[in-house]
């Protein structure tokens, strides 16, 4: 359970860039986040992961204050949230199998279980025959596919996925949100921020919509509307 309470961020000159946001994601939920630029999708998914300390407010995460973490617990909690982007964020020089690896490598996991756990994520995302391609010669599709692989290494009890279709034309788009469906499935939270109207129409899902840092509707399998 993900329990926003009154969360509000202000930057210097006065600026809201969230206000008073209150709601709350059940286990194993799949949530679009949604909204236009400046509506504050990226706070609040900043001061999920902590990137961010709000103005006033809690984020409650498995009924504990994530704000009241201590600096030495922040790298266990982070890696329980799993994070894709839009530009990916890949390594380029290394191969697939590499990148997926890495993040098991600097929290200091075991070369048999970093390369046994490699292989169950490359497995899942369906490119377990390419661990040894470049990134930098993947397409666009794949490439998010990687990142989908490293966010879920610690098997992370949610997944924020920042734009992933973002830069990819619909067929991938489609794959990758069937991708995300199939994480849900399996126990996940997965909260989706995103612009694409088309993909928020058509999964069915709960909207929580954001305009001027402000939650402007909460609808159980809504649409897009602004």
């Known amino acids: 359970m ?8 202000k930057y210097l000159g006065n600026i809201v ?5 209150t709601f709350k994601i059940a286990a194993g939920e799949f949530v679009a986040l949604v909204g236009p630029s400046g ?4 706070t609040l998914i900043k001061m ?6 709000p103005t006033s407010g809690r984020i409650l995460v498995a009924d504990r204050d994530i704000f009241q973490l201590k600096d030495i617990e922040l790298p266990f909690y982070r890696r329980k949230v799993g994070v ?3 530009d990916f964020k890949l390594l380029a020089k290394k191969t697939v199998a590499e990148n997926v690896a890495f993040a098991l490598e600097v929290a ?11 292989a169950e994520m490359l497995a899942l995302v369906g490119l377990d025959r390419r661990p040894n391609a470049l990134t930098e010669e993947l397409s666009g599709g794949e490439k998010q596919r990687v990142s989908i692989a490293r966010a879920l290494v610690h098997e992370p009890k949610l997944l924020i996925a920042d734009e992933p279709t973002g830069n990819l034309d ?3 788009s489609w794959e990758i949100i069937e991708l995300l469906f199939k994480i849900n499935k399996s126990g996940t939270i997965v909260l989706l921020a995103t612009h694409d109207k088309e993909v928020v129409d058509a999964i069915h899902k709960r909207v929580v919509t954001m305009k001027s840092g402000k ?7 809504g649409k897009y509307v602004l």
């Open 2 to 9: 993900i329990e926003f309470q009154h969360l509000t961020k």
């Open 84 to 86: 894709i982007f839009q």
């Open 48 to 53: 999920l992961t902590r990137e961010e300390m």
């Open 108 to 118: 200091g996991v075991a070369p048999a279980v970093i390369k046994k756990r490699v």
């Open 17 to 21: 860039a969230a206000s008073d946001v």
């Open 170 to 172: 619909p067929v991938n």
């Open 39 to 42: 509506a504050g999708k990226s």
């Open 215 to 221: 939650i402007i509707s909460d609808e159980k399998d």
